[in-house]
């Protein structure tokens, strides 16, 4: 158990309205990373972090964006929500090895 | 541009028998991979690694063979068990990224 717990778990949204999910670790892990899973298409990465401040994009970044103002805390942002936006978002963060612990998943419906 | 493909979307395999799951990769940069096993509403959980310095490596029911000329991998499962259902995820980075590369998944069905 890597510590990371994942906020909401569950969201329907409709489609324009603003979204925000949050990862949260207590181990103090450097990097954390959000992706996509979605079906036929395994996961693909939507931005990451190698610490407070310091972000970067990923394969499909397009539509979000992403804070991390605290070490523990990895915020990501749909600011206007779409139908192709409707996922399965998993955190995860980078262990000792280079091995990367994933979060328990948000499911987000946009309507 | 899929780098890391695993082409068999399914696997039904017999409890007890071996369960073989493929990978292939395109860049020859990717030096370290890893097998990710995923239930049905919850996280991918981590099960091995290998580093490119090796062949192979092994973990109880669970090996992973590397072959770089071939730019293959597999996981071998031994002996399958219902639990094992799952589908599995195939994963590389190479040391100067962060980032991993995932496979679509292959999902493996275990029937007693």
């Known amino acids: 158990d890597a510590g990371i717990t994942q906020s909401p778990r569950h969201k329907v949204t409709e489609t324009g309205t603003p979204v925000t999910l949050r990862c949260h670790q207590t181990e103090n892990h450097r990097y954390m990373y959000w992706y996509r899973q979605d079906p036929g298409h395994g996961l693909r990465l939507i931005h990451y972090?190698?610490?407070?401040?310091?972000?970067d994009k990923g394969e499909v970044s397009d539509g979000y964006s992403v804070s991390r103002s605290k070490t523990e805390d990895f915020l990501l942002t749909l600011e206007s929500a779409t139908s192709s936006q409707t996922s399965v978002y998993f955190c995860a963060i980078m262990g000792p090895h280079n091995e990367q612990f994933f979060g328990p998943g948000t499911r987000l419906t946009v309507l | 541009d899929q780098q890391v493909k695993q082409n068999s979307p399914s696997l039904s395999v017999q409890e007890g028998r071996i369960s073989i799951l493929n990978c292939d990769y395109t860049n020859s940069m990717f030096d370290y991979f890893l097998w990710y096993k995923k239930y049905p509403a919850e996280g991918p959980t981590f099960l091995i690694s290998?580093?490119?310095?090796?062949d192979k490596n092994e973990d109880g029911r669970f090996t992973v063979f590397l072959n770089k000329s071939a730019k293959h991998l597999s996981l071998h499962i031994v002996p399958s068990q219902p639990g094992d259902s799952a589908v599995y995820f195939c994963?590389?980075?190479?040391?100067?990224?962060?980032?991993?590369?995932f496979g679509k998944g292959t999902s493996l069905l275990v029937t007693p």
């Open positions: 972090s190698y610490g407070v401040k310091d972000t």
């Open positions: 994963a590389a980075n190479s040391n100067s990224g962060y980032a991993l590369n």
């Open positions: 290998i580093s490119s310095i090796k």
